[in-house]
C-alpha cells in the first residue's frame, strides 16, 4: 500500500458536489468498491493494492482522491438550507473563533479554553452559536453568570453560526489546498472564514 498519510481524511460530497463530510481512506476504498463514486477531484491521497485476478494475474488497484463524491439517494438538501444549524460542539466552536480568548484576545491550547454564554444561560441566554464565544477559562470565571456589559468585559469580535460548508471546514484536522478550495467554493460571499482563510489566517498544505 502506497500512501501519503493515513490519518489523510477524504471530503465527500454529493452528487451535486456539495460538501458533506470527512471520511478515512478505508470508508472511501469501501465506497469505491461498492460502486458509489460518481467522480473524484483533487490528488490522489492513496493507491490501494487489493487482490490478485486469478484469470489475468493482474493485481487490482484503489486509487483514492482527494475529494469524492458519492451517488445514492440522501436528504441532504436540508443542510444547505439558510435555517439549518450545525451541532454545537467545543471542538468546532473553538476552531470558529481561532482558539482565542474572546475576551483578552490571548490564543490558549484547547484544554485552557471553554464555552462562554454572552448572555448567561441563569438570564435566559440560550446554548447557540450566536450567543457562546470561546473564552479562556481565567477569563470565563471571572465574567461569570454576567453578560460582558454587566462585567466589564468587551467581546472582541460577534459571534456567529456557521453554514453547514463551513462546518465542515471546522471538523477538518488537516485540509489540503484542493480541499480548501473546494469548500471556499461554498462558503458565503461574506463569510468570516472565507475572509480568515483568503488572508492567510489559516495554513494550507
Same mark, same amino acid.
Request: a neutral charge; glycine letters at 8%; one cysteine or more.
Given at each position: 500500500?502506497?500512501?501519503?498519510?493515513?490519518?489523510?481524511?477524504?471530503? #465527500?460530497?454529493? =452528487?451535486?458536489?456539495?460538501?458533506?463530510? $470527512?471520511?478515512?481512506?478505508? +470508508?472511501? =476504498? #469501501?465506497?469505491?468498491?461498492?460502486? !458509489?463514486?460518481?467522480?473524484?477531484?483533487?490528488?490522489?491521497?492513496?493507491?490501494? &493494492?487489493?487482490? /490478485?485476478?486469478? /484469470?489475468?494475474?493482474?493485481?487490482?488497484?484503489?486509487?483514492?482522491?482527494?475529494?469524492?463524491?458519492?451517488?445514492?439517494?440522501? *436528504?441532504?438538501?436540508?443542510?444547505?438550507?439558510? &435555517?439549518?444549524?450545525?451541532?454545537?460542539?467545543?471542538?468546532?466552536?473553538?476552531?470558529? %473563533? !481561532?482558539?482565542?480568548?474572546?475576551?483578552?484576545?490571548?490564543?490558549? *491550547?484547547?484544554?485552557?479554553?471553554?464555552?462562554?454564554?454572552?448572555?448567561?444561560?441563569?438570564?435566559?441566554?440560550? %446554548?447557540? $452559536?450566536?450567543?457562546?464565544?470561546?473564552?479562556?477559562?481565567?477569563?470565563?470565571?471571572?465574567?461569570?453568570?454576567?453578560? *460582558? +456589559?454587566?462585567?466589564?468585559?468587551?467581546?472582541?469580535?460577534?459571534?456567529?453560526?456557521?453554514?453547514?460548508?463551513?462546518?465542515?471546514?471546522?471538523?477538518? #484536522?488537516?485540509?489540503?489546498? %484542493?480541499?480548501?478550495?473546494?469548500?471556499?467554493?461554498?462558503?458565503?460571499?461574506?463569510? =468570516?472564514? #472565507?475572509?480568515?482563510?483568503?488572508?492567510?489566517?489559516?495554513?494550507?498544505?
Amino acid at each position: 500500500m502506497m500512501v501519503m498519510d493515513l490519518q489523510q481524511q477524504v471530503l #465527500r460530497t454529493d =452528487v451535486a458536489g456539495m460538501p458533506l463530510e $470527512w471520511i478515512g481512506y478505508q +470508508e472511501a =476504498v #469501501r465506497l469505491i468498491s461498492l460502486d !458509489q463514486v460518481s467522480y473524484s477531484l483533487g490528488r490522489t491521497l492513496y493507491t490501494i &493494492h487489493g487482490g /490478485i485476478n486469478a /484469470i489475468s494475474g493482474e493485481q487490482s488497484l484503489v486509487e483514492v482522491n482527494a475529494i469524492i463524491a458519492t451517488t445514492g439517494q440522501h *436528504p441532504h438538501e436540508h443542510l444547505f438550507s439558510e &435555517h439549518y444549524t450545525p451541532p454545537l460542539s467545543n471542538k468546532a466552536l473553538f476552531r470558529r %473563533d !481561532q482558539s482565542l480568548c474572546l475576551y483578552c484576545g490571548e490564543q490558549f *491550547p484547547n484544554f485552557l479554553l471553554s464555552r462562554d454564554h454572552v448572555k448567561p444561560l441563569s438570564q435566559g441566554g440560550l %446554548d447557540k $452559536w450566536v450567543n457562546v464565544v470561546t473564552a479562556c477559562k481565567r477569563c470565563n470565571n471571572y465574567k461569570a453568570g454576567r453578560t *460582558p +456589559e454587566q462585567a466589564g468585559m468587551q467581546l472582541l469580535a460577534i459571534p456567529f453560526k456557521p453554514t453547514h460548508a463551513e462546518y465542515v471546514y471546522l471538523q477538518g #484536522r488537516k485540509i489540503l489546498a %484542493d480541499q480548501m478550495e473546494f469548500l471556499l467554493a461554498h462558503f458565503p460571499r461574506n463569510s =468570516v472564514l #472565507r475572509q480568515r482563510v483568503e488572508m492567510g489566517g489559516e495554513l494550507l498544505t
